[in-house]
């Protein structure tokens, strides 16, 4: 891997929501690992061996996807498309978190189909990175007759995330309870349906039945596509810690009200942004960037916390060691600008002023990916790499 030396940066986001914006013009990424962040004088250039100059436009952690219904590969039988997951990639987003693999057409129900499908979409998306990007898949969908030994033996195969609780036959607290309490103690994390039913099979879901499970996640407050109301929503802001996700494929309105409600009672960090595609609504390629387009242009959001809320909260709660700019994490990094004719200064203010912020260079561990985006309109400044 190459060393890699990106100078010139205007804004670095840190994806820390405590801290959202450093005061540093300069990253050193060498094995794929962010190694230094501060200023261009204390950096060695003539030792980098790949030199990207930013010209003043801003760093970001890359984008992580919170909800995302991959199968295997790059293909989803959901809207019958290939190429999906490499295509958000070209918006920035360079990790992706399975909330289950549901959509497999014939997807095994019995305990030992649901365990195999998990172990083996988890074991795929290893070895398998969609354009350069990184997949947590194998999210187990929780069934009847699962036992403990059962996700004792898919932790130990790598397992780590259960999907969201709603979409498989195990939905009460009686029958979903113990599964929960049996994924936790062997490290997963637990995300739950919250709101209407989504696909044939899925359950309606209130703010009390997410409360009496207890997952680590309760995905999508503002609906999948269906919301809760408003009074369950300030029920799961102000009676939990549990975090709150929201997706593009939901409502807006709920979105916006959840979301100044959030700000209200100081709670911003157990925020967490993703898309929820493919789904009915589809295959959304900038769904993280147009969430946070709608947080930070209609709620009290500032857009480094959104940023914030798509990299480092997703991060902390799936235990992930990237999603900020900080020594010693994963090098994931997007390089983004305001796009041309935005009316915003910067990438920051376009993405306040409702603009999607033009996505110049993408790196995963440190190697660009992107060189140019597909999807996002032309940046008003481009970056500059060269070797040395």
């Not at 498989?168 to 607290?173: D, L």
């Not at 999948?224 to 975090?243: Q, R």
């Not at 916006?256 to 209200?264: F, G, K």
């Not at 900038?286 to 709620?299: C, D, H, K, S």
């Amino acid at each position: 891997m190459p060393k890699v030396l990106l100078k010139n940066i205007g804004r670095l986001v840190s994806g820390n929501i405590e801290e959202p914006i450093l005061q540093a013009d300069a990253l050193w990424i060498e094995e794929g690992m962010i190694q230094k962040v501060g200023h261009l004088v204390e950096m060695d250039e003539k030792k980098a061996q790949v030199i990207i100059d930013c010209k003043g436009t801003t760093v970001t952690p890359g984008l992580i996807d919170s909800h995302c219904h991959p199968l295997l590969g790059d293909f989803t039988p959901r809207q019958n498309q290939t190429g999906f997951l490499e295509s958000e990639l070209h918006g920035g987003v360079t990790t992706f978190i399975s909330a289950g693999e549901v959509h497999l057409q014939g997807r095994p129900k019995d305990p030992a189909g649901t365990k195999a499908l998990a172990i083996l979409a988890s074991k795929s998306y290893a070895n398998f990175r969609p354009g350069g990007a990184k997949v947590e898949g194998g999210a187990v969908i929780l069934e009847k007759g699962l036992v403990e030994e059962d996700f004792q033996e898919m932790a130990a195969e790598g397992v780590r995330i259960v999907g969201e609780i709603g979409l498989g036959s195990a939905k009460t607290v009686e029958e979903a309870g113990p599964m929960v309490r049996w994924a936790k103690k062997y490290g997963m994390t637990v995300m739950m349906h919250t709101g209407g039913t989504s696909i044939p099979g899925s359950s309606t879901v209130t703010a009390v039945e997410v409360i009496k499970m207890a997952p680590d996640i309760a995905s999508h407050i503002n609906g999948g596509p269906t919301a809760v109301s408003i009074e369950e929503v300030n029920k799961l802001v102000t009676e939990t810690n549990i975090v709150l996700e929201m997706v593009h494929c939901g409502n807006p309105k709920i979105m916006v009200e959840a979301a100044r409600l959030i700000a209200e009672h100081g709670a911003l960090y157990r925020v967490i942004i993703g898309n929820d595609a493919p789904s009915g609504t589809g295959v959304v390629p900038l769904g993280v960037l147009r969430v946070m387009n709608l947080l930070a242009g209609l709620t009290p959001i500032k857009p480094e916390q959104a940023v914030c809320m798509a990299t480092g909260n997703t991060a902390r709660v799936y235990k992930l060691n990237r999603g900020f700019i900080r020594t010693g994490s994963e090098a994931d990094v997007v390089i983004m600008d305001t796009p041309m004719g935005s009316v915003g200064r910067d990438a920051l203010a376009a993405i306040e002023a409702g603009d999607v912020p033009a996505v110049a260079v993408v790196l995963v561990d440190g190697e660009i990916v992107v060189s140019k985006s597909r999807n996002t309109p032309p940046p008003k400044t481009a970056p500059v790499v060269y070797k040395n």
